[in-house]
T-cell receptor
Framework: ETGVTQTPRHLVMGMTNKKSLKCEQH?????MYWYKQSAKKPLELMFV???????ENNSVPSRFSPECPNSSHLFLHLHTLQPEDSALYLC??????????????FGDGTRLSIL | QKEVEQNSGPLSVPEGAIASLNCTYS??????FFWYRQYSGKSPELIMS????GDKEDGRFTAQLNKASQYVSLLIRDSQPSDSATYLC??????????FGTGTRLKVLA
């Protein structure tokens, strides 16, 4: 149990579908992150939120739309995805964004497959 | 040059041996370094952090940092089959923007 819960664990969707990934952290952290992990590639940072405010959008296509209603919850809304978007999507949280000294704690991820 | 580089492996070691995993980074200003372990199909799990030059030990794990040479390593003593996983090196580029290596896959042979 990492303190960061992601649902669903697996998702298969067509390119025209709309779905959402959910992340909830029970660690009392203020910063939350979305990462994409593809085979044989490093983890790619997608979005960063601090105290519900987006502080980073790492040139992510608009077919990915994040939402952070409060410091404990983070969503990733998906629509008209492409096959190359198939990957493991990881949510992480950290106490805050200060100093780069804060370790990030990850959820178990959502394995997304686009048909 | 990649910002964080790791040998993808697999690195195979016999049970009971020392596994040595290496990571080099490009940003001389980096101040903190993290090692994560990721089992297949699971999330990355933080196992070590190091901020100062030298060695830091935690159980069977030792992290070594050499800022002058820009490398950080992870030693696993008395390797066990349960240590078989991918080990990710993470270096914050800015305060929160972690740059991850591709990971080194470790296989401990029973």
């Amino acid at each position: 149990e990492t303190g960061v819960t992601q649902t669903p664990r697996h998702l298969v969707m067509g390119m025209t579908n709309k779905k959402s990934l959910k992340c909830e952290q029970h660690l009392g952290h203020n910063a939350m992150y979305w990462y994409k992990q593809s085979a044989k590639k490093p983890l790619e940072l997608m979005f960063v939120y601090n105290f519900k405010e987006q502080t980073e959008n790492n040139s992510v296509p608009s077919r990915f739309s994040p939402e952070c209603p409060n410091s404990s919850h983070l969503f990733l809304h998906l629509h008209t995805l492409q096959p190359e978007d198939s990957a493991l999507y990881l949510c992480a949280s950290s106490q805050d964004l200060l100093g780069g000294l804060q370790p990030q704690h990850f959820g178990d991820g959502t394995r997304l497959s686009i048909l | 040059q990649k910002e964080v580089e790791q040998n993808s492996g697999p690195l195979s070691v016999p049970e009971g041996a020392i596994a040595s995993l290496n990571c080099t980074y490009s940003d001389r200003g980096s101040q903190s370094f993290f090692w994560y372990r990721q089992y297949s199909g699971k999330s990355p799990e933080l196992i070590m952090s190091i901020y100062s030059n030298g060695d830091k030990e935690d159980g069977r794990f030792t992290a070594q940092l050499n800022k002058a040479s820009q490398y950080v390593s992870l030693l696993i003593r008395d390797s066990q089959p349960s240590d078989s996983a991918t080990y990710l090196c993470a270096v914050p580029l800015r305060t929160y923007k972690y740059i991850f290596g591709t990971g080194t896959r470790l296989k401990v042979l029973a």
